[in-house]
């Protein structure tokens, strides 16, 4: 029995392994077609021509064109909330939200000068894009929503209370925010180094303004 479990577990992790072999594939085919044309301008036909699968199989794995693009967001997600139901004793939430937020990752964490071109290439195509810009927003709005079920969990909130959605709406605006002034640092043309201490500080009085409430804003 332990022999058989063995093997069925290794054919497991081998159908897994092929599975994302075969998506980052059809991802990193169709970031090549969105950089050359535009990512208004190529089908679902064409990007799986050019992996050389069939369009249902890219569906399989990318419910949307869209996802395509988006698709490792599902994993920030998951951090995200991981990092909120797993902080330290005595760590606010808003304490873990930045400190998960302010992390330098992906493609700004990197020096490579290809990696660069990559990193302005898909800023390009995103913010030139109706459509990617509407799914972004939609993603957001999960985020929030999911975000909120966490903290009203938290606080023992009731079914349909503010503050808990409040909240979420708050510390996720800082995040978008943050995400377009990176974008607009990016095809200024600044240096990632340089960007990531931007966005440290920019994110850092953010929160603070939260932190301290909002109440003295715009007083004096």
Same mark, same amino acid.
């Given at each position: /029995?332990? %022999?058989?479990?063995?093997? *069925?577990?290794?054919?497991?992790?081998?159908? +897994?392994?092929?599975?994302?072999?075969?998506?980052? #594939? &059809?991802?990193?085919? =169709?970031?090549?077609?969105?950089? +050359?044309?535009?990512?208004?301008?190529?089908?679902?036909?064409?990007?799986?021509?050019?992996?050389?699968?069939?369009?249902q199989?890219?569906?399989?794995y990318?419910?949307?064109?869209?996802?395509?693009?988006?698709?490792? #967001? +599902?994993?920030?997600?998951? @951090?995200?909330? =991981?990092?909120?139901?797993?902080?330290?004793?005595?760590?606010?939430?808003l304490?873990?939200?930045?400190?998960?937020?302010?992390?330098?990752?992906?493609?700004?964490?990197?020096?490579?000068a290809?990696?660069? +071109?990559?990193l302005?290439?898909?800023?390009? /195509?995103?913010?030139?894009?109706?459509?990617?810009?509407?799914?972004e927003?939609? &993603?957001? *709005?999960?985020?929030?929503? %999911?975000? =909120?079920?966490?903290?009203?969990d938290? /606080?023992?909130?009731?079914?349909?209370?503010?503050?808990?959605?409040?909240?979420?709406?708050?510390?996720?605006?800082?995040?978008?925010?943050? &995400? @377009?002034?990176?974008?607009?640092?990016?095809l200024?043309?600044?240096?990632n180094?340089?960007?990531?201490?931007?966005?440290?500080?920019?994110?850092?009085?953010?929160? =603070?303004?939260?932190? *301290?409430? #909002?109440?003295?804003v715009?007083?004096?």
């Open positions: /029995m332990a %022999s058989t479990s063995a093997t *069925d577990a290794a054919d497991l992790g081998l159908r +897994e392994r092929k599975k994302q072999r075969t998506r980052e #594939l &059809i991802a990193e085919t =169709a970031r090549r077609l969105f950089g +050359e044309r535009g990512f208004d301008h190529v089908t679902i036909a064409e990007v799986a021509r050019a992996a050389e699968v069939s369009e199989t890219v569906f399989n990318f419910p949307t064109k869209e996802d395509l693009v988006y698709w490792r #967001l +599902e994993s920030f997600e998951h @951090d995200l909330l =991981a990092a909120i139901r797993e902080r330290d004793p005595g760590e606010s939430v304490q873990a939200f930045g400190g998960f937020v302010l992390k330098r990752r992906g493609l700004l964490a990197q020096r490579d290809e990696v660069r +071109e990559r302005v290439e898909l800023t390009q /195509m995103i913010t030139e894009s109706p459509a990617l810009l509407r799914r927003r939609e &993603i957001f *709005d999960r985020y929030t929503a %999911s975000f =909120a079920a966490v903290i009203a938290e /606080m023992g909130a009731g079914a349909g209370e503010v503050q808990p959605w409040v909240i979420a709406n708050a510390l996720i605006g800082v995040h978008r925010a943050l &995400i @377009d002034y990176s974008r607009k640092r990016i200024d043309g600044a240096p180094d340089r960007i990531v201490r931007e966005l440290r500080a920019q994110g850092k009085r953010a929160l =603070a303004a939260l932190e *301290d409430g #909002l109440a003295s715009g007083a004096s």
